[in-house]
C-alpha cells in the first residue's frame, strides 16, 4: 500500500528507476535492481563511458547516454558517480522532475577535507531549492523488496514484508535485512540514508508510520539533524506501531567514531534515553537485539504483564532460563492452585519440577500429547501472561534426526498452542553442539510462525523489551 | 514584576543571568513554589520585610560580582526577629565590602526560611539539537557524582514527569528511609510540570536549576533558583 500524497510516495512505489554511473566487472547497481525488471517495471541505465555500455546492455538494460533520453517520468534513480560529478547528475534528476534519488556517492563532509564539504553544501542547497528528494549520500539508497529495487544482490525479493528499516549505515541495512530473512522475516522498506542532507531520518520514518503494510519499524541511527522534528515523529510513529531504535555511538568512544561516519553530533545519552521513554520507542543495543524484538512482535502475541511460564526440558536449565529472565525485570510467580492441582495429577516430580519454572522433559517423554496438556494448563492460569519453552538440541537432536516427523508433531502441537493462545510464546533452543542442524530445521520453525531464540539472555531481552512496550 | 519586565531589565543591562530575586519572582508568579525572595537595600526595608513574610528568615548578599555568598559572611540563617534582622543586614553588608571592596552590592535578598526537606533538583537545560530538556534528581552527591538524574524534553506530560521522578535510582530515598517520612510525590510531579509549562511560555530561558528543592510529606519549595535568558 502507497501513501497518497506523501512527499516520498512515488520514490517508495517507483515504476521506473534509472541505475547512473554503474561500473563492471560486477555492475552491482544493475544486478542488484534485476529483480525490478523481472516484476515488470522499467529499469534503465545512464552511462556516458563507452567501456561500460557492453557489459550493462548485456545484462538486457537499455543504456542511455542523458537522463532526458529516458522514456518514461523518473520515480527512483541510483547515483554511483565519483563526486566532483554528482552536482551535475543533481542538476539533470532536477531537470527531469525525478522523484527521488539515493547517492552511493561519497566523499562528502564525512571526509572532513574542504573539498567534500564544499560538494555536501552544494548538493544540500540545490536539492533543497529543487525540494528533491535527495537520499544520502554516502548511503546504500533504497530497498523495495516487493519492487525487486535492492541496494544489495544478495537482499530477498519478497513480497511478504512487514518490517520497515531506516539505516544511517550501509552495512547496517544491508545486514539487518539480510539476517532478518536468514530468521524467515521480510522488509517491506528500507532506506539506507547516510549523510541525510535534505531526507533525515524523521522524514522516512513518518512514511514507515503511515505505510500500512509496515506493521514494526526498526531503525539504526547515530544522529539526528532535526531533534525537535525526530521527537514528535518518533512519538507519531509509536502511538501507531512499535519503532525499535538501534542507536550508534552510545559511548564517548563511539559517539567519537559517529562524527567520522556520518558526521553525527550525539544528544548525551541520557536526554536520548529520556526521549526514547518519552515517545514510546523500543530501545535497543545491537544487531541481535534488534532482530529478536522484531520477531517477537512480529511472531508472537503482545504480553499483558511480566509474568511468565518458563518450561525448560532439564532441571539445570530451569534454574539458568529463569535467572535470565528474572535479571531482564521479568517476574516468574508462582501458578494458581488450580494449576498445580492439574499438573499434580500426572507430573513426574522425580527429577522433575512443575513450580515454575517447570522442569518437564521426564513428564513429556517425547509425547506432543502430554506438552499439549502442559500448555492447556499454563495458558488457563490468569497469574501467567506469557510463556517461554526451552528445547534442548543436545538432547534432541539424536531422536529428531532419526525420526524427523517428531519434531514435526511437536512444533505443530506448539503451532496449534499459539494460535489458540492469546498470549505471547516463544521457544529458546540453544544449538548446543548441534548448530548445522539446529540451522537446518529453523525454516520448521518460520513456516509454523513460531518464535526461535538462540540463547536464555537474548529471549529475556527480547521479552522484557515486548513487555515494557506492550504496557508502556 | 513580570517575567517580561525582568528580561527587559536583564537586558537593559546585558545580563542573562537573573538574580535570585528575580528568578524567584517570576517562578512564583508562573505558580512554582519557591520560598518567598525580596531585596532589601536598607536595613529598614529588610526588617519591614522580614516583619511582612514572617519569621524565620534568611539574609543573603545580592551582588553580581560575588557568587559564592557564605565564603564572604554574605548568609545569615535563621533570624527570628526584627533586632536579628538588622544586625545580620549590618553585618553582611560590612563583610561584602570587606572581601570585595570593588564589587557592586545592591542590597540583601530577605527570603522565608524553608525548613529542612529532602533534597531534590529540578532543572532545565537547551540542549543543541532538542531544545529545552528537563532534569530531576536528588540532591548532593546523587546529582554531583553519581549522575543519578532523569531527562525528558519539554513539554513534559503527566505521566513524563511521574516516570522522570520514578526512574532515578535513588528513588526509594523519596519513599522514607531511615525514618524519614516519605516525600510528596505528587507535589514534586505538579513542580516539575510547571517548571515545563513556565519554560514553554518562555522559550527566552536557556538554563534553569531549582536547587534544593526541598520535598515535604505535603508539599515541596524551591529555597534556591537560577535562571539563564538567552542574549538579546
Known sequence: MAVPGHRLDRMFNPKTVVVIGDKGPMYMWCQG????????????????????????????????????????????????????????????????????????????????????????????????EASFNLVGPNCMGLYLPKAGVRFSGDVPVATDGKIGFLSQSGTHGIMFSLVAGAHGLHLSRCASFGNAIVLDVSDYLEYLALDDETEVIGMYVEGVKNGRKFFDTLRMASQRKPVVVWKGGQTEAGARATMSHTGSLAAPQAVWDGMMRQCGAITTNSLDETIDVVQLLLRSKLPKGPNMALLAMTGGQSVSITDAFAKAGLRVPRLSEQSYRELGEFFNIVGGSYQNPLDMAGTIQGSPEMLDRILRILDADPNIDGMAMELSAMFGTRQWKARPDSLDKMLDTLRDHMERSPRPFQVV??????????????????ERGIPLLPSFDRAAAASARAVSWATR | MTFESVLAQARAEKRTLLSEVEAKEVLREAGVPATATTLATTREQAQGQAEAMGYPVVLKVVSPGIAHKSDVGGVKLNLLNRDAVGAAFDEIMANARRAEPNASILGVSVQQMA???????????????????????????????LKDVSFRLVPLSDRDAGQMIDEIKGRPVLSGVRGQPP?????????????????????????????????????????????VVSEA
Do not use: C
Not at chain 1, 543504456?63 to 560529478?85: F, G, T
Not at chain 2, 529542612?116 to 546523587?142: K, N, R, S
Open chain 2, 183 to 227: 516525600a510528596d510525590i505528587d507535589a514534586l510531579k505538579k513542580a516539575i510540570l510547571q517548571v515545563s509549562q513556565f519554560v514553554e511560555n518562555h522559550p527566552e530561558v536557556r538554563e534553569l536549576d531549582l536547587n534544593p528543592v526541598f520535598a515535604y510529606p505535603d508539599g515541596a519549595i524551591a529555597v534556591d533558583a537560577r535562571i
Open chain 1, 33 to 128: 535492481n534485476l529483480p525490478f525488471k523481472a516484476n515488470g517495471g522499467n529499469l534503465y541505465s545512464v552511462q556516458i563511458d563507452e567501456k561500460e555500455i557492453p557489459g550493462i546492455e548485456a545484462l538486457g538494460i537499455t543504456n542511455y547516454r542523458s537522463l532526458a533520453d529516458i522514456p518514461e517520468p523518473i520515480d527512483y534513480a541510483v547515483v554511483a558517480v565519483p563526486r566532483h560529478v554528482s552536482p551535475y547528475v543533481l542538476k539533470d534528476l532536477v531537470a527531469v522532475s525525478a522523484a527521488g534519488a539515493g547517492f552511493f556517492t561519497s566523499g562528502f563532509a564525512e571526509t572532513g577535507e574542504d573539498l567534500g564539504i564544499k560538494l555536501q553544501e552544494q548538493l544540500t542547497s540545490m536539492a533543497r
Open chain 1, 429 to 446: 533452543m540453544h544449538p548446543a553442539h548441534e548448530e548445522t542442524y539446529v540451522a537446518s530445521i529453523k525454516q520448521k520453525f518460520w
Open chain 2, 115 to 145: 525548613k529542612q526537606g529532602t533534597e531534590v533538583i529540578i532543572g532545565m537545560t537547551t540542549d543543541p539539537q532538542f531544545g529545552p530538556v528537563m532534569m530531576f534528581g536528588l540532591g548532593g552527591i546523587m546529582v554531583e557524582v
